[in-house]
C-alpha cells in the first residue's frame, strides 16, 4: 500500500498516516485580520500549517500582498481547504500544484538587465523543472551598471547539486558570478 506510485495529477507530497503536504498561494489585501481570516478555514478543514512566508514589503501587480502557506492534510481533505478559502472571500492564487522537497537561494552578479534576466530566469527553471518563488533585485547606479539578484527556489529533493551545475552554466554563458549558499556548516 506504502509502496504504491503517486497516481497522476496528486498533487501532495505523502507523509506519515497518509497526510500530505500541499502550497497554496494567496494574494491578500494589507488589512489587520487578513491573514488570520485566510488561516482559519485551513484549520476549520482539518488542515496543519507548516509554515507561512508573509512579505508585506512585496505587493502583486494588484496591490496586494502575497502569502505563501503550506500545509499538511489528508488528500480528501484539501480541496475542501480550497474551495472554504474561496468562499471567505481570499484570493487562492495557486493551490497545490507544485511538489517541491526544498529551496535554494544564490545571488546572481553582473549584468543582469542587459543580459536579459527574465531570459536567465527561464533557462535555470526550464532546465532544471525549478520554479522561482521569489526575486529581490538591486541596481544601485541604475540598469545599464552591475546589478545583483537574490533568487530564491523551490527544488526536487535532492537535486540541489544538478541545480547549481545548470544555474553556474547558464551564469557562465552570460558573464554572470553565482553565489552560492554555504552547506554543510553551522550558521
Known sequence: MGDEPTPPGDLGTETDGGVRTYTVRLELVDEPGELLAALEPIAENGGNLMSIHH???N???????P???DLGCPPDRFDDIVAALRENGINV???GAERYGEEISVVLVGHLIETDLSDTLLAIENETSAAVLDLSLSAP???GDTSSARVRLAIDSGRSEAVFETIRSVSEEKDLTVVEPLLGGDA
Open 141 to 143: 547606479q541604475g540598469t
Open 67 to 69: 502569502v505563501e502557506v
Open 93 to 95: 492564487i495557486q493551490a
Open 55 to 57: 512579505e508585506r514589503g
Open 59 to 65: 505587493i502583486t501587480p494588484r496591490g496586494h500582498i
